[in-house]
């Protein structure tokens, strides 16, 4: 499939003021969600639509909406749910379910401690939502879960990836869309993005 980075100039505006180390928890998080919502919108492009016909105040009109398919966000705790206020405002009927996973600090590789779905979530489109795509081990595990549950159009939604970590999900799963703001330089030897934003997690709920 195909990496789409939305270069649109709020998103890369929004990025930039996340990066700087300045900004406060209040305004990250703010900026995290409004940055999500742009994102969301590009990732939703091609949601079926069908003609309808209804009554204005004027006259009949035809008129288009949603055509039914089901769709699912899967924030990936803990970062992820800094997303989910967004991309449901968008897509208010969309179903959530909860991925908690961790980075192991000795071999980067992740972790499971949660998973919970909707009942019907191998009849639903997923959308993946987390901040950063760095190693894209945990990104291949969340996919891998999901595949697991029987879901077969999966989407992954970041703000900032990177070639490595685009490269170890598209290698794994191609069949993955990914939607990013940005592409970032690299990994450094801490497997955190340059020159990324630090740690999204800690930044939007004030834990560093």
């Keep these: 499939m195909a990496l789409h980075i939305i270069d649109h100039p709020l998103v890369q505006h929004k990025i930039s003021l996340m990066r700087d180390k300045n900004t406060g928890?209040?305004?990250f998080r703010e900026l995290v969600s409004e940055t999500a919502m742009f994102i969301c919108y590009e990732a939703t492009r091609d949601l079926p639509l069908k003609e309808i016909e209804l009554e204005t105040p004027l006259a009949l009109a035809k008129a288009k909406i949603i055509s039914g398919r089901k769709l699912a966000f899967v924030p990936i705790l803990r970062a992820g749910l800094g997303m989910i206020d967004a991309v449901t405002t968008l897509v208010p009927a969309a179903k959530i379910g909860h991925l908690g996973m961790f980075r192991d600090a000795e071999s980067h590789k992740p972790v499971k401690y949660y998973s919970k779905m909707p009942d019907?979530?191998?009849?639903?489109?997923?959308?993946?939502?987390?901040?950063?795509?760095?190693t894209g081990c945990t990104a291949v595990a969340a996919v891998k879960e999901l595949k697991n549950y029987g879901v077969k159009n999966i989407k992954f939604m970041c703000i900032i990836c990177c070639p490595e970590g685009v490269e170890t999900l598209q290698t794994a799963y191609p069949d993955v869309d990914i939607y990013a703001g940005v592409m970032?330089?690299?990994l450094n030897e801490d497997k955190y993005i340059v020159p990324g934003v630090g740690d999204a997690g800690d930044r939007i709920f004030g834990t560093k």
């Design 184 to 186: 970032d330089e690299k």
């Design 120 to 134: 019907d979530i191998a009849e639903r489109d997923v959308i993946i939502v987390d901040p950063m795509l760095a």
């Design 25 to 27: 928890v209040k305004e």
